[in-house]
């Protein structure tokens, strides 16, 4: 069962590269999300996409752009990499992002490590 | 605003039990959950509770919520070796669409 895969699993970039992280699911869930992983802060949401078409805004999006390809695959892009955006990025979808059911859980892929120079 | 809030780092000694704080802010919240991050990998759902629940247990797991003081608990029983992670409480929020919002992490080590 692969769930939720995202790639690269590892990357270094110097300061101004850009890059494509890349997320599917194989779970035909409507909603994906991209969140940020700092130490002491959690996660942070970055962008999500409730539906196929449809991307919106998180708590931190300033430097990055999504890409809702399919309703499989959500990707995230830094343009201009910064020091700033060194951080673990986790891919994530769930069924829907309009309603909240006991069923409507989050599942994650397993983390892409970005290390920017 | 939006925030939830967990202690940083508990440890506890293999066999005792664990307990893992979390408060939140939003008092429309529905579900409340439980993830578990152990090194390198990504979230796992550990356990849910319903916002009209004060507790629910699952095996080893017990998790109370006091709606009042909106304060979430996780109770390891007999906690493990393996139990030795990073535990993330997280809220459901309702405005518009909705969101989850993530607490900051407690990492959990167990002391053989």
């Known amino acids: 069962n692969a769930g939720v895969t995202q790639t690269p699993k590892f990357q270094v970039l110097k300061t101004g590269q850009s890059m494509t992280l890349q997320c599917a699911q194989d779970?035909?869930?409507?909603?994906m999300y991209w969140y940020r992983q700092d130490p002491g802060m959690g996660l942070r949401l970055i962008y999500y996409?409730?539906?196929?078409?449809?991307?919106d805004k998180g708590e931190v999006p300033n430097g990055y752009n999504v890409s809702r390809l399919n309703k499989r695959e959500f990707s995230l892009r830094l343009e201009s990499a910064a020091p700033s955006q060194t951080s673990v990025y986790f891919c994530?979808?769930?069924?829907?992002?309009?309603?909240?059911?006991?069923?409507?859980?989050?599942?994650f892929g397993e983390g892409s490590w970005l290390t920017v120079v | 605003g939006e925030d939830v809030e967990q202690s940083l780092f508990l440890s506890v000694r293999e066999g005792d039990s664990s307990v893992i704080n979390c408060t939140y802010t939003?008092?429309?919240?529905?579900?409340l959950y439980w993830y578990k991050q152990e090194p390198g990998a990504g979230l796992q759902l550990l356990t849910y509770?319903?916002?009209?629940?004060d507790m629910k247990q699952d095996q080893r797991l017990t998790v109370l919520l006091n709606k009042k003081d909106k304060h979430l608990s996780l109770r390891i029983a007999d906690t493990q070796t393996g139990d030795s992670a990073i535990y993330f409480c997280?809220?459901?929020?309702?405005?518009?669409?909705?969101?989850?919002?993530f607490g900051t992490g407690t990492r959990l080590k167990v002391l053989a």
């Open positions: 779970m035909n869930h409507n909603s």
């Open positions: 509770i319903f916002s009209n629940m």
């Open positions: 996409s409730a539906s196929e078409g449809t991307t």
């Open positions: 994530a979808s769930s069924y829907s992002a309009q309603r909240f059911s006991s069923g409507n859980t989050i599942y």
């Open positions: 939003d008092s429309s919240s529905t579900y």
């Open positions: 997280a809220e459901t929020v309702t405005s518009g669409t909705y969101k989850y919002i």
